[in-house]
Structures are given as C-alpha cells and as structure tokens.
C-alpha cells in the first residue's frame, strides 16, 4: 500500500515538472515574440523615416522637371535660380528599407508571430511590396538615369553640386531640345509614379506599427 502511495506520489511530481516546463517554454516563446515585435516596430519606424524624406526629394524632383519644361515651352530666358532645378532633375535615390528583423523571421519561421493578421502583413510588406518597389525602381529608374538623364549631364552642364547647383553649358541649346524634353516628361510620369508607391508603402508601414503597437499593448 505505501509502494503504491509513493507511485502516486511520483506522477504528480512528474506531471506538475512536465506542466512547469511547458509554462517556463510558453514563458520564452512569448518573451521573444515580444522582442522581436519591438525590433520590427523600430526598424519599420526608421524605414518610415527614410519614405517620408524619399516622397520629399521625389516631389522636389518633379517639380524641377515641370519648372525647366516650362521654361522649355515658354522659351523663358536664363536665371541662376534655375540651376538648382537643374540639379535636381533627378533624386539619386536607392530605396533601402531595413529588413534584418524579417530575415530572422524568414530563417526562424513566421510562425513566431502568434497573430496571424500581423505576421500576414509582415510578409506581404517585406516579402511582397518592397521587393516589388525594388524591381520597378531599378528597371523604371536606374536605367533611366543610365541611359538618359546622365548622359544629358555629361554633355549639357559644365559644373555639378548635386541637390545645389549644375550650371548648363549652352542654356538656348538646351531648352530648344525636343528630345529632352521627352526625357523629362518621362522623368516626370516615372516620379509620379514613385510617389505613389512610396505613398502605398507609407500607409502600409503605418498599418502596421499601428498593429504593432496594439499587440504589445
């Protein structure tokens, strides 16, 4: 009768250490969730910064671009202040968001979010949408820059501080130009285009350290 008393004994000491890992388990798994969510939250706080400044020097660029186009069609005559529209006819912006904690998710698992309407946004934002932005950016823009607005520089302006300043080397010569004009408007539908997305991109952020911040409570 004792022998079996202490077996009994036993299997309750048993099923309570078995209950207490679980819970200690439970306890670590929460503890990182948290973690991890207040690492997103700050890294999509600063990515929101660097959207923010990149809608400014987008809508600062197409603005330069309608000013010279005007001054194209209007055969305006030339001002020093029309330099710094010239030297900004183009952004030289690469969107970089910062995307370590997502990496850590991709080779973690996801499933480290519990709730499933942060972690379908976490995937779609970084896994979907900024990849996509990517893309467009390099074929839209960077091969624009490439093959047209540099090689525009190189041959039309003779002295260049980025954001500030290009002096153009024969302004007449330059605004009679049909064919850059049509670089500009293409510049313009392109930076149009960026806002907009960038836009998109800022509203998602948003949603999501709303999310965010709603889980930690």
């Not at 952004?91 to 991709?106: D, I, K, R």
């Not at 004009?181 to 998109?200: E, N």
């Amino acid at each position: 009768m004792k022998n079996i008393y202490l077996f009994i004994i036993a299997i309750g000491l048993l099923m309570t250490s078995c209950k207490n890992h679980e819970i200690s388990k439970s306890g670590n798994i929460e503890e990182l969730e948290h973690q991890i969510l207040k690492e997103l939250k700050l890294e999509l706080t600063q990515n929101l910064d660097d959207i923010n400044s990149n809608i400014e020097s987008l809508i600062i660029s197409k603005t330069a671009n309608e000013i010279i186009i005007n001054n194209m069609e209007n055969n305006t005559k030339y001002h020093d202040s029309l330099d710094y529209h010239f030297a900004n006819l183009y952004p030289y912006l690469v969107f970089s968001p910062n995307e370590t904690t997502f990496n850590y998710l991709e080779n973690s698992g996801l499933f480290i979010i519990s709730n499933d309407s942060i972690r379908a946004s976490v995937s779609n934002l970084f896994g979907v949408k900024y990849g996509i932005y990517k893309s467009y950016e390099n074929i839209y823009f960077t091969e624009h820059y490439t093959n047209y607005i540099k090689p525009m520089f190189m041959e039309e302006f003779e002295t260049f501080e980025f954001y500030r300043s290009f002096k153009p080397r024969n302004y007449q010569q330059y605004i009679k130009s049909e064919t850059y004009k049509r670089v500009m408007m293409y510049t313009i539908d392109a930076l149009q285009t960026f806002i907009f997305m960038q836009s998109g991109l800022k509203e998602d952020v948003e949603k999501l350290i709303s999310e965010i911040n709603e889980e930690l409570g």
